[in-house]
């Protein structure tokens, strides 16, 4: 019992600290120093004192966790850029044949509006500029509404073409902005483009962990031709 929540600990003190997960994620940190770092704030978690050499056994437990990505995947994200929509809006409603029809009509009037759609067995969620909202929402009076929310930011991932063949480049992007503890509000994936939606007050911290991967990707594949 005590071990595992050592192991917990040890996992909320990493999770917490992009410089010790890129130390684990490149391999260049040294285990003991690094349980030598976080062995006070494991030791408040816990409230007792740990063995070190229970806590470097907990470190090489989870450093697995914190893999570098494969040099294809790295090749996708270092040619990926980034753009951002602030001010958005989402709406789900229940997926019926009434609401296909009113989507299919409503992306048909509104072509040259940033309009994102998914669709899973019971519901179809729009993703729309928040000024849209009313004149979207109106079509859908007397339907089931599942979910409306306002306030969230797009984050707009435009990557090459081998994205659609290298598997593992989505995971990348979301393991990215998950470590920085940004939920994922919704995700869209359409060709090249990855569509990652979060609250308003996110999108700094969560555009700032995207932009830190793809310059490491960069680097890399930048030292690989030197």
């Known amino acids: 019992m005590v071990k595992q929540t050592i192991s917990r600990a040890v996992k909320e003190v990493v999770d917490g600290d992009l410089s010790i997960q890129d130390s ?3 391999r260049y940190g040294n285990i003991s120093a690094i349980a030598r770092l976080i062995a006070p704030k494991v030791e408040v978690s816990i409230n007792h004192k740990v063995n070190m050499e229970s806590l470097v ?3 090489k437990r989870i450093r697995g966790e914190y893999k570098a990505p494969p040099a294809e995947v790295s090749r996708v994200i270092s040619g990926s850029t980034i753009n951002v929509r602030t001010d958005i809006a989402k709406i789900s409603v229940e997926n019926t044949k009434r609401s296909l029809e009113t989507v299919r009509k409503m992306l048909t009037e509104n072509q040259d509006e940033f309009i994102q759609v998914s669709e899973s ?3 179809i969620t729009l993703i729309i500029d928040q000024r849209m909202l009313e004149k979207v929402t109106t079509p859908f009076k007397g339907q089931v509404i599942l979910e409306k929310e306002i306030n969230l930011a797009a984050i707009i991932i435009n990557s090459p073409e081998t994205i659609a063949k290298t598997p593992g480049c989505l995971t990348a992007f979301y393991n990215q902005v998950s470590r920085r503890h940004v939920n994922i509000e919704d995700t869209v ?7 990652i939606v979060v609250k308003m007050k996110d999108v700094g911290q969560a555009f700032a962990a995207l932009t830190d991967l793809i310059s490491e990707a960069r680097k890399k594949f930048q030292k690989s031709r030197s």
């Open 57 to 59: 056994t907990s470190i």
């Open 121 to 123: 067995i019971s519901a």
């Open 189 to 195: 994936s359409c060709y090249t483009d990855t569509i």
């Open 24 to 26: 684990l994620q490149y």
